[in-house]
């Protein structure tokens, strides 16, 4: 059995720790949080684990073989950094770091020490999002144009990032696994709309060779919750849904043909092909359930995970790009 400490029970620490106990091969043996009221949940919910408040006293138990890190951004680095070194295989919450720098200076401990080091990109896991991954390998959708996405809820407001770091990480992430390329370049534009507050609306542009343009429009402040992206190639189109629990992928198969009239005078007419739309089975597991499953299997096999340290600086340098744009006005920042 792998034995599981979860840190910090606050939003995504609950999930990831009844993920962990319903999981084979899992042994959930601690939970850490500084608030006394957390530790009482976690308590109440699962009677036999250990509760702590000092993180030092997980680190320093050699019965826990991974550390799974579910505190604020800023966290990340310093606390993922303290269990490699004390020879923990790490999960840590997206994003992995703030900095590239210390994106890589993970990702080498980990190495050091021989650790698997797995980034919580979620939806990388998603049974939709491996759809999506899959019609763009098998060629089903053609030249790929555009990944365009619009991610927006009311809050949640983060203290320690804003919403490029905490939504839009979802998107590069997914754009990074599904297209298989990485951009060129980045541009970003952000505002603040509450005084002494970060960033809670960004539109977000990747841009990859061949035309490939890639886009997120992220915020805190939508009335309503959306959670929809479209991804169009020359042959056919895609929208995905993730809050369309039943049909979240639909294939549409349709798109713009140019035909020449007249090759003398080199005119071409456009045509629009509407074809069928089509809704693949998917597979329901929940998400984190095969993220987890895919973190065991790596620890027990050695294996390199699909959201490792290398996809995740990636993630990392593509974001700390766009912040580096926002605070130019939206100027292209070259990758």
Request: hydrophobic content about 45%; overall charge negative.
């Given at each position: 059995m792998v034995r599981v400490a979860v840190?910090?029970?606050?939003?995504?620490?609950?999930?990831?720790?009844?993920?962990?106990?319903?999981?084979?091969?899992?042994?959930?043996?601690?939970?850490?949080?500084?608030?006394?009221?957390?530790?009482?949940?976690a308590r109440l919910a699962y009677p036999w684990i250990q509760v702590t408040a000092d993180?030092?006293?997980?680190?320093?138990?050699?019965?826990?073989?991974?550390?799974?890190?579910?505190?604020?951004?800023?966290?990340h680095y310093e606390l993922a950094m303290f269990a490699l070194r004390a020879g923990k295989h790490v999960l840590v919450e997206k994003p992995m770091a703030l900095s590239?720098?210390?994106?890589?200076?993970?990702?080498?401990?980990?190495?050091?020490?021989?650790?698997?080091?797995?980034?919580?990109?979620?939806?990388?896991?998603?049974?939709?999002?491996?759809?999506?991954?899959?019609?763009?390998?098998?060629?089903?959708?053609?030249?790929?144009?555009?990944y365009d996405s619009v991610r927006v809820n009311l809050g949640l407001f983060q203290h320690?990032?804003?919403?490029?770091?905490?939504?839009?990480?979802?998107?590069v992430a997914i754009m990074d696994y599904v297209l298989g390329v990485q951009p060129i370049g980045v541009s970003a534009v952000g505002i603040a709309h509450i005084t002494g507050q970060h960033e809670d609306l960004v539109?977000?542009?990747?841009?990859?060779?061949?035309?490939?343009?890639?886009?997120?429009h992220v915020s805190w402040l939508s009335p309503v919750k959306l959670r929809r992206t479209f991804l169009c190639g020359s042959q056919r189109m895609v929208l995905y849904d993730d809050l369309e629990l039943s049909d979240p992928i639909k294939v549409y198969d349709r798109g713009v043909v140019v035909g020449s009239c007249d090759k003398n005078r080199h005119e071409s007419l456009v045509h629009y092909r509407l074809g069928d739309m089509w809704a693949p089975r998917l597979d329901r597991t929940e998400a984190l359930r095969s993220e987890i499953e895919h973190l065991l299997?790596?620890?027990?096999?050695?294996?390199?995970?699909?959201?490792?340290?290398?996809?995740?600086?990636?993630?990392?340098?593509?974001?700390?790009?766009?912040a580096q744009s926002m605070e130019k006005q939206g100027k292209l920042v070259k990758l």
């Open positions: 840190v910090g029970y606050g939003y995504w620490g609950p999930n990831l720790a009844r993920n962990f106990v319903q999981a084979d091969g899992a042994d959930l043996v601690t939970v850490c949080d500084w608030q006394v009221d957390r530790l009482s949940a993180y030092a006293d997980v680190v320093a138990d050699s019965a826990i073989d991974v550390v799974a890190i579910a505190t604020p951004a800023a966290t590239g720098a210390d994106a890589q200076n993970m990702a080498e401990e980990a190495e050091r020490h021989e650790r698997v080091l797995m980034v919580d990109h979620t939806f990388v896991y998603t049974s939709a999002v491996r759809k999506l991954r899959e019609l763009v390998i098998d060629g089903s959708l053609g030249k790929l144009y555009c320690d990032v804003n919403v490029l770091w905490d939504l839009a990480v979802h998107d539109y977000l542009t990747l841009f990859f060779e061949g035309g490939l343009l890639g886009h997120a299997a790596c620890i027990e096999d050695g294996e390199e995970p699909v959201s490792g340290p290398d996809a995740g600086a990636r993630v990392v340098l593509v974001l700390e790009a766009a």
